[in-house]
Every structure is written in C-alpha cells, then in structure tokens.
C-alpha cells in the first residue's frame, strides 16, 4: 500500500505533497464559515467545515459573539464528533480551559494545585510555536482543539497557525534525516512538572513526528527551557531546521486574530501567540475558552 510517510516510498510522498502544496496557502478569508447557531451546525455548515479541515486541518468559523459560550462549544464539537475530551491543569470539569490572563493569586488560592500565573498560557505574554499537549503521554495525545474568542485584548493576542504537514514537507525536502531524526521514540522529552512539592504530570518522552490511523500527527515545543531533546547530530540538525522555519516564515503560515464570535477548530497544528494587553474593563480583557480532544475531526 502507498504510504506518502514511508521514507522509502518516495513516490507516495510525492504525490502527497504535490496535492498539498497545489493549494493556496491559507487566508482567513477563504478558511471562514459562519454558522447560524454554533451549538448546531447545519448539514451544509458542518461540510464547509470539514472540507476545510481536510484542506488545512484548521478552519475559521465565524458566529454571533453572544453564541461563544462553553456549552456551545462543546456541541460543535460533538456535532464534529469530537467526543473525547482532554482533561488538562485548569480545564474545568467539562474539559474546558478559560484562557485569559490570570492575576497572581497567593499560593493555594487555586482550585487546582498550581497558579495560572505561573504558567505562559494564563498570562499576556508570547508563546512560542507548539503543538497542545506535547507534554501528555504518547498514548494520551491531544489530536484536535477548539479554540473560541469571546472577547479578545485591548491590542495584541494575535496568532499564527502552520499545518503540521507543511512542516513535514519543509524538513522532509531538506533531507530524510530530519524527519528520522524526528520520528524517534525517544525525540523530544518533556521533565516531570513539580508545583511545590507536588507531581502535577509525569515526564513524557516521545516522538516529534508520529503516524496515527495514518495520519501525520506532530508533538512540539520551541520552548527552550523544560524540554530535552536527544542527544544526536541530526536531532539537533532537525531542531534546527524546524526553529529556521519559525524565524524565516512559511508561505503557508496563517496569520489571524480572533476577534469576538471567532474560533478555530483544528487537528492540533502548530500555533504560537503574540503577547497581548488588556484594558482596564471587563469588556477589553482577553477571554477565549479552549477545548482539547483525543481525536482527529474527520
Ligand atoms: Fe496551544
């Protein structure tokens, strides 16, 4: 059988790619669909969606800012087929993640055994290039993600977006080395998280690049500090390749900020995030409710 992942089937790769990079790359504009009432898609809206999603594996759907709440979310979500939720650090017991920039609690002052603060996603600053949940198990990976606006920063929250495909591409062109490198089951490791004395997560060790159900699936962090990548020349040679690829910029790189009523749905591409500042109200202070899936949208 084909198999375009398959270093040795270059034939397959080729062809894949070809059809891939026969696309435009992403705008905003063509990766939009509005939808009437988020809670439930019409049969057309959900099409729109997916072919979308099946183009990029990232689509912009566009709703009334009043329609973004977690409840509508989540049924957008199953009406997608996205059933199985990710339970992370902050999610409450829907699965569902305030993303917003947290104030500095005294410690124990949280629900949870660690504060927002301290973590990059729950404060205004930058985060680098990722996939969610690289730090989850191998076997626990998160495969797709929501992510809504329902208000967004006074300036700034603005983010990019690359199909992990595209990356593949870029690295596998340059050499088959990196993608090896990269597919190693012991590629990227993530130390134990400690929160005062606590485990809040266990170490994870895995590969960057992984094959599920025959898709491509990608496990990455820029992050320089807590993580351990293996020590070997083309490890380091294919860490490389992808951080140029950052700080160049892809052709196929969206570039959005989601305003009010806007909300990706994708297959867990990469994504990074300007830092942002919020107003003095309410109504200015960024706001985005996150849900994370162990499977892909079909
Ligand atoms: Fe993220």
Known sequence: MPNAFDLSDDRAYRSWRARKLDQDPPLSEQLAVEIRRLSEPSQAERAALRERVAAYNVALVR???????????????????????????FADDRAVSRIAAAPQLPRGREPAPANRADFIPYTNKPLRWHTDGYYNAPEDQVLAWTLFCARPAREGGVNSLLDPEVAYIRLRDATDSHIAALAHPEALRIPPNWQHGRLIRPDSVGPVFSIRDGYLHMRYSARARNVIWRSSAET??????????FSVGDAFTLTHRLAAGEGFITNNVLHSR????????VASQRLLYRVRYRERIR
């Open 236 to 245: 380091t040679a294919a860490r490389d390749a992808l951080t140029q690829l």
């Open 274 to 281: 300007t830092g942002f500042s919020d107003g003095d109200t």
């Open 63 to 89: 709703v009334r800012p009043e329609d973004v709440t977690p409840e509508a979310i989540l049924a957008l979500g199953r009406a997608l087929g996205l059933t199985r939720t990710d339970d992370n650090l």
